[in-house]
């Protein structure tokens, strides 16, 4: 998820540019990033949760078989058959997300009287699941993902080499990757930077 979230600050600067502001303004210039200013960087959070939205990390979710028949949507499901969820298609569809296609934390931070989290239970975005099969190492994997991203935005500015531009075509799969890695040159971003 790492390499999505900096493939889409790359190929968008002014979100980078507000990511680094905050990291700044949170952290300080010459500090390290710690586990406390984690929950104090909001528009990261945002940008991490747009990521998951445009990139989710399995394309179907694990599925479900339900134990009486049922209509779902006007479609007959009979007894015990297998019904997957296609994450990537709730994810950008213009039916629930305004712009779908467009990458925009903003969308995250906009009305937060229905804040959108991680544990699905806003089905429009279920990176992870939800109810009683949500992954069980999302606790981790936010705190961790969060913090390599604090620390690697944070201490360096980030650039493509010259000429390249930021190919975002996934690779089909148990979990959506990059088809092209990203690559990218880290720059010190302060002087007396403790990295």
């Given at each position: 998820?790492?390499?999505?979230?900096?493939?889409?600050?790359?190929?968008?600067?002014?979100?980078?540019?507000?990511?680094?502001?905050?990291?700044?303004?949170?952290?300080?210039?010459?500090?390290?990033?710690?586990?406390?200013?984690?929950?104090?960087?909001?528009?990261?959070?945002?940008?991490?949760?747009?990521?998951?939205?445009?990139?989710?990390?399995?394309?179907?979710?694990?599925?479900?078989?339900?134990?009486?028949?049922?209509?779902?949507?006007?479609?007959?499901?009979?007894?015990?058959?297998?019904?997957?969820?296609?994450?990537?298609?709730?994810?950008?569809?213009?039916?629930?997300w305004e712009n779908p296609?467009?990458?925009?934390?903003?969308?995250?931070?906009?009305?937060?009287?229905?804040?959108?989290?991680?544990?699905?239970?806003?089905?429009?975005?279920?990176?992870?699941?939800?109810g009683r099969r949500v992954?069980?190492?999302?606790?981790?994997?936010?705190?961790?993902?969060?913090?390599?991203?604090?620390?690697?935005?944070?201490?360096f500015e980030w650039r493509?080499?010259?000429?390249?531009?930021?190919?975002?075509?996934?690779?089909?799969?148990?979990?959506?990757?990059?088809?092209?890695?990203?690559?990218?040159?880290?720059?010190?971003?302060?002087?007396?930077?403790?990295?």
């Amino acid at each position: 998820m790492v390499e999505w979230v900096m493939a889409e600050l790359l190929r968008n600067p002014e979100v980078m540019k507000k990511v680094q502001q905050e990291l700044t303004d949170v952290v300080g210039e010459n500090n390290i990033v710690e586990e406390f200013h984690i929950t104090k960087l909001h528009y990261l959070d945002a940008v991490l949760k747009e990521t998951f939205r445009r990139h989710p990390p399995i394309p179907l979710l694990i599925p479900r078989c339900p134990s009486e028949s049922c209509i779902i949507g006007g479609y007959m499901i009979p007894k015990h058959s297998q019904v997957f969820l296609n994450l990537w298609s709730v994810c950008m569809d213009p039916k629930v997300w305004e712009n779908p296609s467009e990458f925009w934390p903003d969308r995250f931070l906009k009305d937060n009287e229905k804040k959108i989290d991680y544990i699905g239970n806003n089905f429009q975005f279920l990176p992870f699941g939800s109810g009683r099969r949500v992954c069980p190492g999302l606790p981790l994997a936010e705190r961790m993902v969060m913090y390599l991203l604090a620390t690697l935005l944070h201490s360096f500015e980030w650039r493509l080499p010259e000429g390249e531009t930021v190919d975002l075509s996934e690779k089909f799969g148990i979990v959506m990757r990059k088809s092209t890695p990203l690559i990218a040159t880290p720059y010190q971003r302060f002087r007396a930077c403790h990295i």
